[in-house]
């Protein structure tokens, strides 16, 4: 079993739905991290969280420790937020240990 | 500030060869991780480098070595060089090793054939 599970692994919506992206990790972390992905590479740190929630914009991420249990919520989604959302935690030394990713695409 | 910048881009080696990547951490870094990243996975952390010292590193077979430098720059070199090594390989920079945002570059698409 990975230390770092995503669901689900794919995602279609239609433009202005509200997404949501789950992750569960099994290990302690100092933190949990959420990153996005677009073809080609590169990957943008969106949110770094180690209790409660976050919100910036139309994201909003949540973490509820004593379950080891994330959500990345998308509100009002756009064709623009297609990309890979990856969920990372981190331990002691900053070693970030990723899940799988969630590929999602926004319809118009 | 300058962000996070890996070359080359992408790279076409042959089965046995070497390669060098390199990587330049965002202004005022002082840590690095190399990552690998097979298609459709998740990225593997290879190692984390702190003040030029290696700190800490994942389940990658030696020939995976690496550098950083005193300007926090640094590189990932691969001997003997196998198919499977085939991937995209992320670096990151952070100030300090723990408990702090990882910045990524574009990453280093390496194919071996």
């Known amino acids: 079993k990975n230390e770092v599970e995503q669901s689900p692994q794919n995602l279609t919506a239609q433009e202005g739905e509200f997404i949501t992206i789950n992750c569960s990790y099994s290990v302690g972390i100092s933190a949990l991290h959420w990153l996005q992905q677009h073809p080609g590479g590169g990957i943008v740190s969106l949110f770094m969280?180690?209790?409660g929630k976050k919100k910036h914009g139309r994201l909003i991420a949540t973490i509820n420790i004593q379950e080891k249990h994330s959500s990345l919520h998308i509100t009002a989604s756009h064709p623009r937020d297609s990309a890979v959302y990856i969920c990372?935690?981190?331990?002691?030394?900053?070693?970030?240990?990723f899940g799988a990713g969630t590929i999602l695409r926004v319809k118009s | 500030e300058t962000g996070v910048t890996q070359s080359p881009t992408h790279l076409i080696k042959t089965r046995g060869q070497q390669v060098t990547l390199r990587c330049s951490s965002q202004?005022?870094?002082?840590?690095v991780s190399w990552y690998q990243q097979a298609l459709g996975q998740g990225p593997q952390f290879i190692f984390q480098y702190y003040r030029e010292e290696e700190n800490g590193r994942g389940n990658f077979p030696p020939r995976f070595s690496g550098l950083q430098f005193p300007n926090y720059s640094s590189e990932l070199n691969v001997n003997a060089l196998e198919l499977d090594d085939s991937a995209l390989y992320l670096c990151?920079?952070?100030?300090?090793?723990?408990?702090?945002?990882?910045?990524f570059g574009p990453g280093t698409r390496l194919t071996v054939t």
């Open positions: 990372a935690v981190s331990s002691y030394g900053n070693k970030l240990v």
């Open positions: 990151a920079s952070s100030f300090i090793t723990s408990g702090k945002e990882q910045y």
């Open positions: 202004s005022g870094h002082n840590t």
């Open positions: 969280l180690s209790s």
